[in-house]
């Protein structure tokens, strides 16, 4: 573990301010959020655009599969152009994997990038260029076409006896390099007119808030039936011109969100994220280094002369086990905070891969006060 890390990491855990146990509502509202950045309208969202195109131009990077020169006949033929397989010539192009997202609210004639991906044995897509490809929807219905030069990030180079590759230059992209042949309508408003907020990370008190904050702008517009949704009725007043801005001004309104206490942990990096309002019981905690040194040192048992004897191998092991006592035992006061925490363990030598298990073990006591997410 860096020394850079264990210090970043007792700096963000010292600086959470105590946080007393108090009712969720007497909580002091001095920051607020917009509640478009806590929710999300229901009907509004992206769709995955795909289909199957053909890279050319490429300078015998591309892929020699015979699905690839099927797929350039097919399409030359189209041009009244009759070759057959072996007229063409192998890594000139190569098939590859078109996507792209829709975003909502599209209009005809807008453009929006694609990404490519070889699924041959192309080794590079550097100069070359995507071929008239239709991008279709889950639906099978086709809402783009896409078309272009190919900017890969990254290069491959190789000689008689050594190659060089950085990056991907099999995957690439080609900006705003395809045009939407539909119009994409997204509805945000039901048969009811009523507003759908779903929140990103649903939780009781933030969705009552939520609501309050609501009614207070627009009386008796809002309720939510469960902590992930708020329904939100747009009022007699708003006319049908007026939905637009009435969604804005309602996605304008700031909450304070309600934020549970949680300690995320990364066991693959030694990196702990807490947020605030952890607490922690009255627990001691003992902190120890043990070390154990196994030496293997085998032996060679050579027989007596004469003796008719085989000489063998015998194992030897030598363990040894030391531990590096800190500063004993600490004792944590009730609804101890995670900043007292660090203090304590910082006074025992302990480094981030020792307070994730001391983490562990107060949750498993019961004494730590927060969803702890180990991943």
């Given at each position: ?32 959020v ?10 509004i ?15 015998d990077?591309g ?36 996507t ?14 694609v ?17 008239f ?30 190659s ?77 011109h ?36 952890v607490?922690i ?49 600490t ?33 498993d ?7 702890l997410?180990?991943?």
């Open positions: 573990m860096s020394l850079a890390l264990q210090l970043g990491l007792a700096t963000l855990l010292q600086v959470a301010p105590p946080v007393a146990r108090t009712p969720d509502h007497a909580v002091p509202r001095n920051a607020s917009r509640i478009g950045d806590l929710t999300h309208v229901k009907g969202r992206e769709n995955a655009l795909w289909g199957t195109g053909l890279v050319v131009g490429l300078n990077t892929d020699s599969a015979n699905a690839t020169r099927q797929a350039l006949r097919n399409l030359l033929e189209k041009q009244n152009l009759n070759l057959s397989v072996q007229d063409l010539d192998d890594g000139s192009a190569a098939l590859v994997m078109v792209a997202t829709l975003p909502p609210f599209s209009r005809e004639g807008d453009r929006i990038d990404r490519v991906a070889a699924t041959g044995g192309a080794e590079s897509l550097f100069g070359g260029t995507l071929l490809t239709p991008l279709t929807g889950a639906d099978g219905e086709v809402y783009a076409v896409a078309q272009g030069p190919v900017t890969v990030g990254g290069f491959t180079a190789q000689g008689a006896a050594a060089v590759t950085q990056n991907h230059p099999t995957v690439g992209q080609v900006t705003n390099g395809a045009t939407i042949e539909v119009d994409v309508l997204s509805r945000f408003l039901d048969d009811d007119d009523a507003l759908e907020l779903r929140l990103r990370d649903p939780d009781f008190v933030t969705a009552s808030r939520i609501v309050d904050v609501v009614n207070m702008r627009f009386p008796d517009s809002a309720r939510s039936a469960d902590p992930s949704m708020i329904e939100v009725r747009v009022p007699d007043t708003v006319s049908r007026g939905r637009v801005q009435f969604v804005a001004e309602v996605s304008a309104l700031r909450v304070e969100p309600n934020v549970r206490a949680r300690i995320i942990v990364n066991e693959k990096t030694g990196t702990i994220i807490a947020g605030q309002g607490t019981d009255r627990v001691a905690i003992a902190h120890g280094n043990l070390t154990v040194t196994v030496t293997e040192s085998p032996l060679v048992s050579q027989p007596y002369p004469d003796s008719n004897g085989v000489t063998t191998t015998v194992p030897r092991t030598d363990v040894q086990a030391t531990v590096d006592g800190g500063a004993g035992v004792v944590l006061g009730g609804t101890a905070t995670i900043s007292e925490l660090a203090a304590a363990l910082n006074a025992l030598g302990s480094t981030p891969r020792d307070l994730i298990t001391i983490l562990q073990n107060l949750h006591v019961g004494a730590l006060h927060a969803e997410e180990i991943r």
